[in-house]
């Protein structure tokens, strides 16, 4: 949230964020007490120091305590040490988790407005940001500990010395300013490195284009102007950071002042003895390290509080409910759209009271020119979307009282372009798929699916990594893999995107065949531009700027519908 230009300073998104991450909090809390007892004990050997400095070096007594001590110490610090390392790695584990579930969970029409690629950087760095900042919450608690005991012990030697020590108060509370501001410019660093982010991960996808279009001078340009944004985030945080360092620093000047003219005075008054000295200046360098720790845990309090803004659209948006009041195991029945409008995010109107029948049993095709609403129909019937207006019905039932996890796989989609997922051919083909494929079952899918003669060219066959996103394999190579999964899962309900547009003639005849076997007695929506892959539909409807414009089969609508024949001639010229 802004105001004025600026983010507004919001604690709730980053309570929510950590309330819902399962943090380790008796952790936090076991490693605190056991680091405050080392503390206590640690805190007595500046005495132990200073007599031995002030010659009780023959002492049996005092060395003794002081070996002691010091080798507890270290072994108790050793295993304190791994632990935190785990309650950080665990801690930002479950933050990369929660993150993670609210953005898988979150609708579509929220995702629309987010970079994909950008939701890189929300995952891994904010969390990492947010999970540094807990550790430096206890931290700053065994701080204030240690603060205490150490004023306690100079207490113990001289009071007077103890009330000096609180001079250190103003130069905390003045080193902290810089920090407040910490918010606005970590926020602005998150959103420069998303944008960033956002750039390589496109254009390192499109090297080969870029390449091919000479555009390289150009794209240097684009990135020195993206890579400026986040530099300057970055320096006007080094900026405030050091605004802070003189004050912090200039601690450690103040206590030296105090225990030095102080401390001298009372040493050459006989009012303090050199054992006593020795251990006060050893106390005055552990003192100057803990008022630090309080700026640093301001500092870094800031930044997780703008990198919990960065992901607080994640925990703000409501996730979709897959319970609903029915389940989807009725009897079959009609899929409807009733006076159904539909806009994006962006307020764009695609859909304009739509109204059609898609029969149960049949296969109806979806035809017409490019931006006519053809696949926002397909994603409405799949419910990655909801209607802005009018309503979808299964039958007499409103699709919105019916389980949409129940819904959604009962329904199977091949888009136009088939992205796969990073793995093997074996992986992307049993995909969302619960059950065990076996052999058979997987080797059947494939020969429909015309994919047996790209394994047998592979060099590890059903195992073959596919690459990014598929890289390894060509647009048709993809299409058909994506075939062969949805014959597997055998959904009750199909709907094809162009199914078959980046296939080759013969390809695409075979996988027509397929398909012919796949779709016999099932409801079936197929969108296409090629007349031949739609023209024996049992209905066709025809859409034009949103809106529909006749619908019937191909024969009657020729004969009837002027724009279909006109819109089936252009296509025939």
């Not at 507004?8 to 399962?22: G, N, T, V």
């Not at 304009?352 to 296969?363: A, E």
């Amino acid at each position: 949230m802004k105001k004025n230009g600026k983010v507004k300073h919001d604690w709730k998104a980053l309570w929510q964020l950590l309330k819902e991450s399962r943090i380790p909090w008796i952790w936090y809390i076991i490693n605190l007490a056991v680091s405050m007892a080392v503390m206590t004990v640690y805190a007595k050997l500046p005495m132990v120091q200073g007599q031995i400095m002030a010659g009780e070096i023959q002492d049996a007594g005092t060395i003794t305590t002081y070996v002691l001590v010091t080798i507890a110490s270290s072994l108790i610090m050793m295993p304190m040490s791994l632990l935190s390392a785990w309650i950080d790695a665990t801690t930002t584990r479950n933050i990369n988790q929660n993150i993670w579930t609210r953005v898988v969970h979150m609708p579509m029409s929220h995702l629309d407005t987010v970079p994909p690629t950008s939701l890189v950087s929300r995952v891994t760095a904010d969390s990492s940001t947010m999970s540094y900042s807990i550790s430096y919450v206890f931290s700053l608690l065994q701080t204030i500990y240690g603060m205490g005991v150490i004023l306690a012990m100079i207490a113990g030697m001289n009071r007077n010395m103890a009330l000096l020590m609180l001079l250190l108060i103003p130069f905390i509370i003045l080193a902290s300013i810089p920090s407040h501001y910490m918010h606005n410019v970590e926020h602005e660093a998150h959103t420069a490195l998303s944008k960033y982010t956002n750039f390589l991960a496109e254009r390192l996808s499109a090297l080969k284009q870029i390449k091919a279009s000479g555009a390289e001078e150009k794209e240097d340009a684009v990135n020195d102007a993206a890579a400026k944004a986040y530099f300057k985030a970055n320096a006007k945080m080094a900026g405030l950071d050091f605004l802070a360092q003189p004050l912090v620093y200039s601690m450690e000047a103040v206590i030296q002042a105090i225990v030095l003219i102080y401390g001298g005075y009372l040493l050459s008054n006989g009012i303090m003895d050199t054992a006593s000295m020795v251990a006060l200046y050893t106390y005055a360098g552990q003192l100057t390290y803990q008022p630090m720790q309080f700026v640093f845990f301001w500092q870094s309090a800031k930044k997780a509080q703008g990198a919990a803004h960065a992901v607080s659209e994640f925990i703000q948006c409501e996730p979709e409910q897959m319970e609903r009041r029915k389940s989807f195991a009725i009897p079959d029945a009609d899929l409807k759209l009733e006076d159904v409008s539909f806009a994006y995010e962006n307020g764009e109107e695609v859909l304009h009271h739509v109204s059609m029948t898609i029969p149960t049993g049949k296969v109806t095709a979806i035809v017409g020119p490019s931006g006519s609403g053809k696949t926002t129909v397909l994603k409405l019937l799949e419910r990655l979307y909801q209607p802005t207006g009018g309503r979808l019905l299964f039958g007499e039932t409103p699709a919105e009282d019916i389980h949409l996890n129940e819904w959604r796989e009962s329904f199977g989609m091949v888009p136009q372009s088939s992205p796969l997922l990073f793995g093997t051919v074996r992986d992307n083909i049993t995909y969302g798929i619960d059950e065990g494929v076996g052999e058979g079952k997987l080797s059947q899918a494939m020969g429909a699916a015309n994919v047996t003669e790209i394994v047998s060219r592979l060099p590890e066959g059903l195992e073959t990594d596919v690459g990014d996103v598929g890289s390894k394999l060509s647009g048709g190579e993809k299409q058909r893999i994506a075939i062969a999964r949805m014959m597997i899962r055998d959904p009750s309900y199909l709907l094809l995107d162009e199914a078959t547009s980046s296939l080759d003639a013969e390809n695409e005849y075979q996988i027509t065949q397929a398909l012919s076997k796949l779709m016999a007695g099932r409801t079936t929506v197929i969108v296409a531009h090629n007349l031949r892959t739609v023209e024996h539909a049992d209905s066709i409807i025809f859409m034009e700027n949103g809106r529909v414009q006749a619908c019937g089969p191909h024969k009657q609508l020729y004969e009837q519908s002027a724009t279909y024949r006109r819109y089936v001639d252009l296509q025939r010229a």
